[in-house]
């Protein structure tokens, strides 16, 4: 298996833009996570999905964030419009089911700045 | 409120020696926790996990414990080499399963030669 795969890796775009992100989990895994990291705040979950279904979004900092995961096997996360205070590190990660390991297997993340 | 904290920031020791690196939480009763390693660029990586009713875990040169009365994880690299330099992340699973994690900002190791 290739992990889980983020795209893209870096993306530069300016204050009022639309960014989507995207990530691809690991066959089989139950759960996906959308994470956000800065070197104030760390590694802050925005929400997380079980088989598809979104379980906690109080992590998603505002209304300009959404979230979706269409089926098992891929994810998105949107910013409309995005400002320069979202700029940070999204990293997306799965897990297996309670059948399995409570390991996270985290994406390479993708690196957003908001000019 | 709800914390959970790593000892510093950064940390900066002798290649061959012990690196204990500290994490305390307050106002969390963790089922689990978890240990991560990060390097610049990439992703965490998980190395270990620990129950609430486990003292100590090993793998390899690593240890970690987990005090519930002191609220504390220690985690240890034994004979610490330059490639042991990361970021590592100490993470709670607050129940047994289903749930996310929450997560210490880390502590950066640098393992000198």
């Known amino acids: 298996d290739a992990g889980v795969i983020q795209s893209p890796r870096h993306e530069v775009t300016e204050m009022g833009q639309e960014v989507t992100l995207r990530c691809k989990p690991i066959s089989g895994h139950d759960y996906l996570f959308w994470y956000r990291q800065t070197m104030m705040r760390g590694l802050e979950l925005l929400i997380y999905?079980?088989?598809?279904?979104?379980?906690?979004d109080s992590g998603m900092p505002e209304d300009r964030f959404s979230a979706k995961m269409p089926n098992a096997s891929f994810s998105t996360l949107k910013i409309q419009p995005s400002e320069p205070r979202d700029s940070a590190v999204y990293f997306c990660a799965s897990r297996a089911g309670t059948s399995g390991s409570n390991e996270q297997f985290f994406g390479p993340g993708t690196r957003l700045t908001v000019l | 409120s709800q914390k959970i904290e790593q000892n510093s920031e950064a940390l900066n020791i002798q290649e061959g020696k012990t690196a204990t690196l500290t994490c305390n939480y307050t106002n969390y009763s963790p089922a689990y926790l978890q240990w991560y390693r990060q390097d610049p660029g990439r992703g965490p990586v998980f190395l270990l996990l620990?129950?609430?009713?486990?003292k100590e875990k090993r793998k390899e040169r690593l240890k970690v414990t987990f005090d519930t009365t002191l609220k504390q994880s220690l985690f240890h690299i034994t004979a610490s080499q330059p490639a042991d330099s990361a970021t590592y992340l100490c993470a709670l699973e607050l129940n047994s399963g289903n749930t996310p994690l929450v997560f210490g900002k880390g502590t950066r190791l640098s393992v000198i030669a």
């Open positions: 620990i129950r609430e009713n486990e």
């Open positions: 999905f079980n088989n598809n279904v979104p379980i906690d």
